[in-house]
Every structure is written in C-alpha cells, then in structure tokens.
C-alpha cells in the first residue's frame, strides 16, 4: 500500500477562521479528514502534518525519505523563500504536488514567486481546499502508473 505525506505549512491550522474570504470554510480538520477518507477508496494511506516552524517541517521531510511513496505539500508563506524546505524536498524521492488553495499569481507580488515549484513534480492553485483532493487523485494514478 502506498504511503502519501501532506504537509501543512504556517498559519494553515486556523482555515476556517483565517481569512475566509481567500481560503474558504473548510478547517485543517475538514480537509485532512476528507483526503483520508478518500485515502480508504484509493488503497493508500494518508498522514497530514502541519507546523508554524520551517526547522520542523525540514524534519518531517527528512523523516519521509524512504517511508512515503510521494507528497502533497502546501508550504503557505515558506513557498515564497525557504530554500531550507526546498532543498529538504530535493532528497525526497517520490512525486510532490504543491498545493495552493488560492491563485497566488492573482495576489501580492511577493506571492508569485515559489521557490518549491522548482522542485515539485507538478501543482494545483486557486481551485479553494478541493486542490487537495485534486492532489491526491494526482498523485494515486502517478502511483499506480509508476509501478
Ligand atoms: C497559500 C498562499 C500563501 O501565499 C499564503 O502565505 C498561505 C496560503 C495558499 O494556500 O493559498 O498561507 O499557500
């Protein structure tokens, strides 16, 4: 069975309270119970991560090697400089889709930038919290279609 991280970057624990007028009703919660319960449909396994520290997030990308078969990672404002996180994600061997639950390109310059795009087999933005879920699908058929 293969084994999915996702990965939540700062500020991401208060969706649902947090400017809802960008990210939309759905708690941290809603969406991680929503990718596993469609982990049990799709025969994977599914752990989320969230964290306000980048040091921590380095960490848990460094603990996945050789443990997860891809990840789903939405860094929130570490997208925009943590060379630190990218590069933790240049030794994970696995698809990685980045995640945004807003356009980025539609928002404040200092947002258009990602230094995780470079390292990201592929992305979702701007589609609201069902990106996750569009990441999931994404990253099961690469699986399956790796294997
Ligand atoms: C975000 C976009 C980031 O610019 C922002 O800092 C976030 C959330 C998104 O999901 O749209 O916290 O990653």
Do not use: W
Not at 64 to 78: L, P, Q, S, T, V
Not at 89 to 98: C, D, T
Not at 116 to 124: E, L, P, Y
């Amino acid at each position: 069975m293969a084994n999915i991280l996702v990965i939540h970057g700062p500020n991401l624990n208060l969706l649902g309270e947090r400017e809802q007028s960008i990210y939309g009703k759905q708690s941290l919660e809603d969406i991680n119970r929503g990718m596993v319960d469609k982990a049990v449909e799709y025969q994977v396994t599914v752990e989320c991560f969230q964290s306000n520290h980048e040091g921590d997030i380095v960490d848990r990308i460094q603990a996945a090697r050789g443990k997860f078969d891809a990840m789903i990672i939405n860094a929130a404002a570490f997208t925009h400089y943590s060379i630190a996180i990218a590069d933790a994600l240049r030794s994970f061997k696995g698809p990685i889709v980045e995640v945004h639950i807003s356009n980025i390109y539609q928002r404040e310059e200092y947002r258009h930038n990602s230094v995780i795009s470079a390292v990201a087999t592929g992305g979702i933005f701007g589609l609201g919290t069902q990106g996750y879920q569009l990441a999931l699908q994404a990253v099961v058929k690469m699986l399956k279609e790796s294997q």
